[in-house]
């Protein structure tokens, strides 16, 4: 046999190999999404934690691991979880929103707001641009939040949370008239949002 015949025998061996291991990996994933369904969020991580975990899997593993400790509280095991997903993959933007949403959860905007606006340098993103309008109206900063959500009121003039943070802006940097404009804008495209019917008197 050729030398070129046996390193392609070895490579092919090799991908068998592989795609079996990821293949017997599968029930594991799912045992961790159903606990996860079920309430039992321990069960979900200690199903993680049998994988693996090769170079492959092993920043996905712990986007699901960084997600899992988030929902519970724990908030220092989540960051960690997310940055060393980060490190596996730099342009992972799920892992640094991740890091953006445990900053949020404990309150810490600023970081927080630092991290998405980091994140937002390798593009546009919907949810990234709401959790940036979250903490601009955590912070106060109506002016900040006026811009962020005029801006995208008019990219995504469909989606009502846009519109709802604009009114928010505009309520608090006293300008009625366009606040209210903005809620029936709101209105228009959720009729039961209770904070919208309130401020235009329905």
């Known amino acids: 046999m050729k030398t070129s015949s046996i390193a392609l025998t ?87 929103m991740g890091m953006m949403l445990v900053r949020m959860a404990q309150e810490r905007w600023q970081e927080a707001r630092r991290i998405g606006q980091q994140a937002l340098e390798s593009g546009d993103n919907y949810l990234l641009e709401l959790h940036l309008m979250q903490c601009e109206e955590a912070l106060k900063n109506w002016t900040g939040l006026y811009n962020r959500s005029i801006k995208l009121s008019k990219r995504f003039p469909s989606e009502i949370y846009p519109w709802l943070y604009l009114a928010r802006a505009e309520k608090w940097l006293g300008n009625a008239t366009q606040a209210r404009l903005s809620y029936q804008q709101v209105l228009r495209l959720s009729p039961g949002n209770q904070e919208a019917r309130l401020y235009v008197g329905l």
Request: without cysteine; negative net charge.
């Open 10 to 96: 070895l490579l092919l061996l090799g991908s068998t190999g592989l795609h079996a291991q990821a293949a017997s990996e599968l029930p594991l994933w799912q045992t961790s999404y159903t606990r996860e369904a079920t309430g039992d969020l321990n069960g979900a991580l200690a199903a993680l934690q049998s994988l693996s975990g090769d170079n492959d899997s092993r920043p996905l593993i712990l986007l699901r691991e960084g997600w899992l400790f988030y929902r519970q509280n724990q908030f220092n095991a989540a960051w960690n979880a997310y940055a060393e997903s980060l490190a596996l993959n730099p342009d992972s933007l799920d892992a640094r």
